[in-house]
């Protein structure tokens, strides 16, 4: 722990309040998000929880009910109730996203770059027609193909798995290109030329050898990448194409709130998109200070 | 002209203030060049940069005085000092590729620093540039002014670069390693360039090398620094004729010498590796462990023989439609390695000589030809399959320790792949344990093996690279370069372990450099390629002693002769 803390990184990061104010964000942010059934007062997915008869209470501080701090939306929620689990189940989908395009990305740029030829080619063509079509798209697709193969009771239930895999595919081309760049320029190192010359099998110099060595720039994608992909889950929750209104996230929570835009309820739509929009900087923040601190040239 | 007076540069860093120079003193009178030798990290270039200002930041003066006759440097502001910069002080880089905007012609980057400095008409700028250009030795300027910069050769271009450093006549120029980046006979060119330069326009030259023949040849005086501080200082002939200081001997010492071949360099104590001689037990335990298993090699024959080897690689595509020309790597090579000795293959960049080696691994595909490897056909690399004897059998020291090593792994975890791969040693523990005793055979302490390469130095790592080829029990060992990535002592001591090495265990070496010097002191063989032919081969006295091809002759008499050294080194 000492030496982590004594850590050439840890200097750095002691030293750049930006950093540490985003760490500072993100963490609680995302450990209140964890804990939401623990530290939240109701369960806004539970009906009998909640009241009608509470419904467009403001915020504490514009006098509204000391038991809701942040007032209370259209149905009578309490709205730190619901941005905890909204918050939790986007950073769900979007960490299971991005761990799933990691991983899907980072074997076929491994792959394409050690491989070279015509596997290469293939893979990177994927990505090409990946990359022209917009994320919403896919998304569209994906669920319109879910839509259409699966019973509605079941689709209804994999309805954040179907998200999580559309929000995936459209990610996966970053890590698929970034990993097969830093490939081609581990690959002709001599530590890999040692290890072929060697024998050693393929499979254990990309996993052994080359894959510790091109992390660094993956790091800086995936935080970036969390940050995409929970955006990309709230637009496509606010355009009503991700999740359901009885199982609020962050971006169900915004659509919601959209309604009452003008009506001067403008806490049911501000606090969720503010807590949104921090969440996200933070995690950008933290993202661009890991890409500063593994580039020795910007140190 | 230029008084340096008790010079101290620190890096303030998180871990204290790192000292890169300290209490340095040096003059440097018009038309003369004073050389500044050393080895990395002696603060040759820091020097530089502290006298003409450009200082890599944190990096500050601490103490002492900089003068340039009666301006000084060190009072200056920043507008000041830049406008002196170019117009007083010049500086030569190492890397003519990089130095030079490729975007630009020679024309507008030299009349683009003299309108700079001075107010006179673009047409004048134009005829100073190429009068400049004609006295640095490139004929028909007029009109090889218009080229850009990748239409000349490099010593070409490094003439442009000194043209530039030229076109405001500064009083001091900062060569660093004006010549490092040059073959043999381009850095004989330019050096003779410099010297003339000096003579002529009276002007002064801080000459940054780590090449002792460089400062012979060319310097009046000399400094040899090392660690930031001064070691010697005095007249190139009295510094290299009676070296009073033991680093300097040291270093002198460690020049590998073309003129005899020399059993092993004599090294004082003084160069900066620390070599662990204490451990003889463990590396006995290594070495009883090699010979253990040397039974198998009783081969009479050669080791490797290759004939009408070729290889070729794709061109580059000169139309969509047609096949794109090959490229000949190699071309018809033939040749033999005798068991026990070592083969110098050398040659100049773009020969073939590392093909070779590439082509022996496995690592690339012949076009044609055969290889014997013991008298057994050694498959072409794509067909060889992985658990072939001579993956184990043959082994590769590769030129740069530093990305040789896998950065992420433990040095045990590296020195243990070879047992493992080759099942070796079946047992984890008794990997751990052999692979410490093989640091000990090469000289490191065993308790390196839980550090990572990172914490060593470029000649440690050789040494690393030199455990790991062992612990697969090789017969015969490629090495690519093995020292030109190091400085002249480290080289040295490189060069010493692996002689003792073949000494030891009969291993077959083939050993490939660009460095004459370095392949008499170590092969018994030799070939020399060039463009991917063999144009002479044979024992190696009797080549060094009467090469017969004109090729030879031109490299043998090309590279610099360390005449001064002669005198210096008693035989």
Redesign the interface.
């Known amino acids: 722990m000492r030496q982590f803390w004594g850590s ?1 990184g840890m ?1 750095l990061f002691r030293r750049s309040p930006a950093a540490m104010l985003a760490a500072l964000v993100a963490v609680v942010i995302i450990g209140a998000a964890a804990l939401a059934p623990w530290i939240a007062r109701t369960d806004p997915y539970d009906l009998a929880s909640f009241s009608l008869m509470d419904g467009f209470l403001p915020p504490v501080w514009q006098g509204g009910d000391a038991r809701f701090l942040l007032g209370t939306d259209d149905q009578g929620r309490d709205m730190v109730s619901s941005i905890l689990y909204g918050a939790r189940l986007s950073l769900l989908i979007g960490l299971s996203a991005m761990a799933l395009a990691t991983v899907l990305g980072v074997s076929l740029g491994v792959a394409a770059g050690y491989i070279g030829g015509r596997f290469d080619g293939m893979v990177m063509r994927i990505a090409d027609i990946q990359l022209a079509l917009p994320a919403i798209l896919t998304a569209l697709l994906i669920d319109g193909i879910a839509r259409g193969i699966l019973p509605r009771e079941v689709h209804d239930d994999l309805r954040v798995a179907v998200l999580t895999l559309a929000i995936a595919l459209s990610l996966w081309v970053n890590f698929a290109r970034t990993a097969r760049a830093s490939t081609f320029v581990e690959r002709n ?3 890999v ?9 393929p499979l254990r110099i990309m996993i052994r ?1 080359i894959l ?2 091109i992390l660094g720039p993956l790091l800086v994608i995936m935080t970036v990448d969390l940050a995409s992909a929970i955006l990309l889950e709230a637009t496509l929750s606010f355009l009503g194409i991700g999740l359901p209104s009885d199982s609020p996230s962050l971006g169900t929570l915004i659509r919601i709130g959209m309604q009452f835009l003008l009506s001067g309820e403008w806490w049911i739509l501000w606090l969720p998109t503010l807590f949104l929009v921090a969440l996200v900087v933070a995690i950008n923040l933290l993202g661009d200070f890991l890409r500063d601190l593994l580039n020795p040239r910007l140190r | 002209m230029l008084r340096v007076e008790n010079l101290t540069v620190q890096f303030p860093g ?1 871990h204290g203030s790192f000292t890169a120079v300290e209490d340095v003193s040096l003059r440097v009178a018009p038309g003369e060049i004073h050389g500044l030798v050393g080895e990395s990290g002696a603060g040759k270039s820091t020097i530089g940069a502290a006298v003409i200002g450009l200082l890599q930041p944190p990096g500050f003066i601490a103490a002492g005085s900089l003068h340039l006759g009666d301006t000084d440097l060190r009072a200056l502001s920043a507008q000041e000092a830049h406008r002196l910069r170019g117009k007083r002080i010049s500086m030569i880089f190492q890397d003519p590729q990089t130095s030079l905007n490729p975007l630009m012609t020679i024309e507008s980057q030299l009349i683009e620093t003299i309108l700079a400095h001075e107010e006179i008409s673009t047409a004048a700028a134009r005829t100073r540039a190429i009068d400049l250009l004609e006295e640095i030795g490139i004929r028909d300027a007029a009109t090889r002014i218009r080229a850009y910069p990748h239409q000349f050769s490099g010593g070409m271009r490094q003439r442009v670069v000194i043209a530039l450093a030229l076109c405001t006549s500064p009083e001091l120029i900062i060569a660093d390693e004006p010549t490092t980046a040059l073959d043999v006979v381009v850095q004989s060119q330019v050096l003779d360039l410099l010297r003339d330069l000096a003579d002529r326009r009276r002007i002064g030259f801080i000459l940054i090398t780590h090449d002792i023949g460089v400062i012979a040849r060319v310097a009046d005086k000399v400094t040899v620094l090392r660690g930031g501080r001064v070691m010697e200082t005095g007249t190139t002939a009295q510094v290299l004729g009676q070296p009073r200081h033991a680093y300097t001997r040291a270093l002198m010492a460690a020049v590998p010498r073309l003129d005899r071949k020399i059993d092993r360099f004599a090294l004082p104590e003084v160069v900066s590796d620390v070599v662990d001689k204490t451990n003889v037990a463990r590396a006995q335990q290594a070495e009883d462990w090699l010979l253990s298993a040397s039974d198998s090699t009783a081969a009479t024959g050669p080791v490797l023989a290759i004939s009408d080897l070729s290889v070729r690689f794709i061109g580059t595509r000169t139309s969509l439609w047609r096949k794109p020309p090959a490229f000949i790597a190699l071309d018809n090579i033939s040749l033999t390695v005798r068991p026990g000795t070592v083969m110098g293959v050398v040659g100049e960049s773009g020969s073939g000589k590392s093909t070779l080696a590439r082509v022996i ?3 690339v595909n012949p076009a044609a030809g055969e290889m014997l490897y013991q008298g057994q056909t050694l498959p072409r690399g794509r067909v060889r ?4 004897p001579a ?2 059998a ?3 020291v ?3 320790p530093f ?7 433990r040095i045990g975890t590296i020195l243990a ?2 047992l493992l ?2 099942g070796l040693e079946p047992d984890a523990a008794r990997r751990r344990n052999l692979a410490a005793a093989m640091l000990a055979l090469v000289g490191l302490s065993p308790d390196a093996i839980d550090r990572y390469p990172h914490q060593f130095s470029g000649g440690q790592r050789q040494r690393i690279a030199v455990a ?1 080829a062992l612990l ?1 029990r090789p017969d015969f060992l490629i090495c690519d370069e093995p020292t030109s990535a190091l400085d002249v002592s480290i080289q040295a001591q490189i060069l010493n372990l692996l002689k003792d090495l073949q000494a030891r265990f009969g291993l077959t070496i083939l050993f490939i450099s660009h460095n004459l010097a370095v392949v008499r002191q170590m092969v018994d063989d030799i070939v020399v390629l060039k463009d991917g032919r063999i144009v002479e081969a044979g024992r190696s006295e009797p080549f060094f002693a009467a090469p017969r091809h004109p090729y030879s002759i031109d490299l043998l008499s090309l590279t610099p002769s360390l005449g001064l050294l002669d005198q210096a080194i008693p035989a």
Not at chain 2, 385 to 388: L, S
Not at chain 2, 403 to 409: T, V
């Open positions: 050439d200097w190192k001599d530590y030329q040692a290890a072929i010359i060697m024998g050693q099998h050898h510790p060595n | 998180r691994t496995g690592l399959t992985r658990a072939h993956r184990r043959i082994q590769m590769f030129q740069d990305s040789s090593l896998n950065g992420r792994h792949e070879p791969i080759y790991r697969a």
